[in-house]
């Protein structure tokens, strides 16, 4: 019985993972089903059908196509509910991301989504804090070991097509923003943040959360610039000067912030999805407007399942280049390295650093 009404508040909600393909045919049918045979929502119901589907139905159809339509759904969503009981549940994939030491702790079962919990769960651990913690300082062998993990994940993908994927950790932001990327055309990935309070990871909330305001401005236009800069403040303000530190001019500079930047913001996955949204129209906006090997810069602060997020809306075959930077409050500039993300091939062609 939860499982049913998991799937109809799914259906109704717009959670698209709690809704099978099963469901998403049946529960329409039964609710126009049930239309049909009520008086006064029957005109309704048949024009839905027709609109949508073309069938051509006559508004002066009798109460039983209402019942022909109901038992149909419920059919199709009993063989499909127990179908989909016979079958194993199938493989969650962890993906534990991290270059920053001491380590974080690994993800508990009972962190998974509901939904998620049968699964077996797999943690496929890229840790890169060699190279970028304790004094090291090889972005270059950061991201020679990142490409191992996009392998990683194409290779799970293609054994088992049903595999679940979920993303967590602490590391530098070229990195999320380039595992980000590297999944791209997964269909959903669960994102987990670490509470501070009990240093436990936690799943992104369903729904809207607290309102974000995110902004776009168009800040600098000069009228034929050699490159863009992207500033998204989320958890800290991206100031307008620093990027000019390592970007040379003229460029068209872009604002996406949240009405008033701070830690701990975004809680829940409407609010990423503002967010990425918002990313998404400025890169398709630069695409259109702008010469195509004109390179984006983007400076971001903001939470990790936000970073990774934005990387996956960049697509490689449509977008400019784009190229994410590192913030270091002791380094001069503040933004001394970064990452191609969008360039494939030698590590080394993807990585610059300022000095």
């Known amino acids: 019985m939860s499982r049913i009404w998991r799937f109809v508040t799914g259906f109704f909600l717009g959670r698209e993972h709690d809704v099978p393909l099963y469901g998403k045919i049946a529960l329409p049918q039964v ?18 059908l027709n609109k949508t589907y073309s069938l051509g139905l ?28 016979l079958k194993p549940p199938g493989q969650f994939i962890a993906i534990r991301h991290q270059s920053f030491q001491p380590l974080t702790s690994p993800l508990p ?3 998974l989504p509901r939904q998620m919990r049968k699964r077996k769960m797999s943690t496929l651990e890229c840790d890169q804090s060699n190279f970028l913690s304790g004094g090291a300082f090889d972005p270059i062998g ?49 994102l987990f943040e670490l509470h ?3 240093s436990t990871w936690r799943e992104l909330q369903e729904g809207e959360g607290p309102e974000l305001d995110v902004t776009v401005k168009r800040v600098a236009d000069p009228p034929s610039p050699i490159a863009c800069v992207v500033r998204i403040a989320v958890s ?22 949240v009405g008033k930047p701070g830690i701990d913001k975004v809680t829940h996955y409407k609010q990423v999805e503002a967010l990425v949204s918002a990313f998404r129209k400025v890169l398709d906006e630069i695409h259109d407007e702008l010469p195509k090997n004109l390179i984006v810069h983007v400076f971001y602060a903001g939470p990790v399942s ?31 390295w970064g990452v191609e993300v969008t360039k494939e091939g030698r590590p080394q062609d993807m990585v610059a650093i300022n000095t």
């Open 58 to 85: 006559s508004l002066d159809a009798p109460w039983w196509v209402g019942a022909v339509f109901a038992v149909l759904g419920v059919v199709v969503f009993l063989v499909g509910l127990l179908t989909a009981s």
């Open 306 to 336: 936000v970073g990774f997020s934005l990387g996956r809306r960049i697509s490689k075959t449509i977008h400019n280049p784009v190229f994410v930077y590192n913030y270091t409050a002791s380094t001069k500039p503040a933004y001394a």
């Open 196 to 198: 501070r309070e009990t």
């Open 236 to 257: 800290y303000a991206v100031s307008p000067s620093e990027p000019s530190e390592v970007v040379a001019g003229p460029y068209r500079d872009y604002s996406i912030s």
């Open 142 to 190: 950061a991201v020679r070991q990142q490409q191992r993990l996009a392998q990683d994940v194409a290779a799970i993908r293609k054994a088992d097509s049903t595999a679940a994927l979920g993303y967590y950790g602490i590391v530098h932001i070229p990195l999320q923003f380039l595992a980000g990327c590297s999944v791209s055309t997964f269909p959903e990935v669960s």
């Open 109 to 111: 079962s009972d962190a």
């Open 31 to 48: 609710i126009v089903g049930v239309a049909l045979m009520a008086p006064g929502w029957r005109d309704a119901a048949l024009s839905y």
